[in-house]
């Protein structure tokens, strides 16, 4: 069963990010040291055992130590219809891959990568980086709340 807190996690490895939508998953890799979370890649959903050997390949060769699935909530706090999509993926992930997955409110991320995303191209403003924002937002929606992640566990110890 996937975790909710952050101290739960091991405490060496890279942390990956997952942020699930329907057509698409986000990832973003946290570094050795845990300071600094990056995007990496946005994988087109297909069947779970495609996806499963991307995903298995990502995490031997980065040496990942332990997951975190973004948990779309609503503004209000509540479960959203993709919350148990998500819930559902941070538990094949513990399954498949042997690794505690943490669910972590995603809220906001997506806003936030796009807005982060558009300012970066600010006066650049072409269908073709509109089109390289649509592709890029879902890993950096990962690692925005990957670094709320990093964060959490640097402060608390």
Do not use: H
Not at 96 to 115: C, H, K, M, Q, Y
């Amino acid at each position: 069963m996937p975790i909710s807190n952050p101290e739960q996690l091991p405490t060496a490895g890279k942390i990956i990010a997952f942020d699930v939508g329907q057509k698409t998953v986000g990832m973003a890799l946290s570094d050795k040291t845990r300071m600094i979370a990056s995007p990496l890649k946005t994988l087109k959903r297909e069947k779970w055992t495609k996806d499963k050997e991307i995903i298995r390949q990502i995490l031997e060769k980065e040496g990942v130590s332990c997951a975190v699935v973004g948990l779309p909530l609503s503004m209000a706090g509540e479960e959203t219809p993709q919350t148990k999509s998500c819930i559902s993926f941070a538990m094949n992930v513990e399954e498949a891959f042997g690794i505690p997955a943490l669910l972590w409110d995603e809220r906001l991320s997506t806003v936030s990568a796009t807005n982060a995303l558009f300012e970066q191209r600010q006066g650049r403003q072409t269908r073709a980086s509109k089109k390289d924002i649509k592709k890029q937002v879902d890993s950096v929606a990962a690692a925005i709340f990957l670094q709320a992640v990093l964060e959490n566990l640097r402060y608390r110890t």
